[in-house]
């Protein structure tokens, strides 16, 4: 069955990094492109970023364009997201997420993992 | 970019009512590209709706949704205890992929 295990997360201060990771199991993670979507405390979802399934196109929300980089290992099943310069606003979980059918970008989804938790906290 | 606003913020039904949740959208979505999921505290959500009217896989029949352009619903039938959660709805039209800000579906 499909497994994605998120990890990387936890307390960074403002204006550093951070390297998430996500291990994909399950499905033939090289056929999929594949997102990350994060969640606030006490808020929505907000989708973060999309990556094709070969790694060679990539397309992020307003609010992380130029920070954050998403890229994918397919020889290692494993996406990743690399955040940089974070804000207080960018505390969240973040979740992996594949899309439901092979090809295409577009950001829907049908398997989430547990998430990882980023504070990003003085 | 699209926005996708959605209504009621919380709706208030008892088991075996009909939910009825709302989402519409800033502009047009293409090709009724609009999904909706259920998010449980604690879970990961759940795919329910694809291209705004096809049930994902394994969601029960009482769940349905409809509309084009800008106006989509999704309805619940009957609703069961489970039913009670936040639902979203997305578009995956064009890029950013945003969600709505969600309906909390509590029991009265």
């Known amino acids: 069955q499909v497994q994605l295990v998120e990890s990387g997360g936890g307390v960074v201060q403002p204006g550093k990094s951070l390297r998430l990771s996500c291990a994909a199991s399950?499905?033939?993670?090289?056929?999929?492109?594949m997102n990350w979507v994060r969640q606030a405390p006490g808020k929505g979802l907000e989708w973060v970023a999309i990556?094709?399934?070969?790694?060679?196109?990539?397309y992020y929300a307003d609010s992380v364009r130029g920070r954050f980089t998403i890229s994918r290992d397919n020889s290692k099943n494993t996406l990743s997201l690399q955040m940089n310069s974070l804000r207080p606003e960018d505390t969240a979980l973040y979740y992996c997420a594949k899309r439901v059918a092979p090809g295409g970008t577009s950001g829907i989804v049908d398997y989430w993992g547990q998430g990882t938790l980023v504070t990003v906290s003085s | 970019e699209i926005v996708l606003t959605q209504s009621p913020g919380t709706l208030s039904l008892s088991p075996g009512e009909r939910a009825t949740l709302s989402c519409k959208t800033s502009q047009g979505v293409p090709s009724n590209y609009l999904a909706w999921y259920q998010h449980k505290a604690g879970q990961a959500p759940r795919l329910l709706v694809s291209d705004a009217s096809t049930r994902a896989t394994g969601i029960p029949a009482r769940f349905s949704g409809s509309g084009s352009g800008t106006d989509f619903t999704l309805t619940i039938d009957r609703l069961e205890p489970e039913d009670f959660a936040v639902y979203y709805c997305?578009?995956?039209?064009?890029?950013?992929?945003?969600f709505g800000q969600g309906t909390k579906l509590e029991i009265k």
């Open positions: 399950g499905f033939f993670f090289s056929n999929y492109a």
């Open positions: 990556v094709s399934s070969d790694g060679s196109t990539q």
């Open positions: 997305q578009q995956y039209g064009y890029s950013p992929y945003r």
